[in-house]
Every structure is written in C-alpha cells, then in structure tokens.
C-alpha cells in the first residue's frame, strides 16, 4: 500500500489550499486516513481523519472550523480543503492510513509543504 500526498504550495494569510492522498490500496474503504504536519522545529501533530467506510471526520481544534477533510472513494482519494490558512499552519503536511481493524497508523505519505506567508 502506497499513499501519495500532493497539493502544497504557498499562500497568503487568509488564503485556502486544498492537499490530496492518493492511496494505492484495493480495500480503500476498509481504512481509516489521517492528515498530521509538522512545523520546522515542531514535533508532529495530528490535524484530522476520516473514517472511509462511513465519512465520519474528526479534527484538531487548531483546525476545526477552518478545515475539511472529505473522501473519493472511487478514486481511492482523500483531501484536505484548507481555508482561512495562517501562518502557524506552515508546515510539512503528511497523509497516513490504517486498516480500520487497526489503531495505529502505519501507512504514510512521502508529505507536502505548506507555506502560509503573513
């Protein structure tokens, strides 16, 4: 199993990003999928997943409100819309799945940067 994070860039304070994970998986909606960052000089933090049999969503509060995460499962994708970004939001972002009959995360993505300049 593969995931492939894709999407990051720069953008302005205020601006909105959307990031997508490609998951090379034949069960896709067996698992559950989590997007996490991590700041330069941060340790790593979780910022939302999505169970996708079901599209159940759970955030951060850091992010609640602002962000989105949403599901395609004919695409074997997840996303992550991204609004009203602020500069503490810059940062490494990383997909990472685990079969829903699990509880750790232990697929990941190679990450995408994000840079929210202020």
């Known amino acids: 199993v593969q995931l492939q994070a894709s999407g990051g860039g720069l953008v302005q304070t205020g601006g909105s990003l959307r990031l997508s994970c490609a998951a090379s998986v034949r069960t896709f909606k067996m698992y559950v999928m989590a997007w996490f960052r991590q700041a330069p000089g941060k340790e790593r933090e979780f910022v939302g997943s999505?169970?996708?049999?079901?599209?159940?969503?759970v955030y951060a509060d850091s992010v609640a409100g602002r962000f989105t995460i949403s599901r395609d499962n004919a695409k074997n994708t997840m996303y992550l819309q991204m609004n009203n970004l602020k500069p503490d939001d810059t940062a490494i972002y990383y997909c990472?799945?685990?079969?829903?009959?699990?509880?750790?995360?232990?697929?990941w993505g190679q990450g995408t940067l994000v840079t929210v300049s202020s």
């Open positions: 999505i169970n996708l049999s079901i599209g159940r969503t």
């Open positions: 990472a799945a685990h079969h829903r009959a699990q509880a750790d995360y232990s697929l």
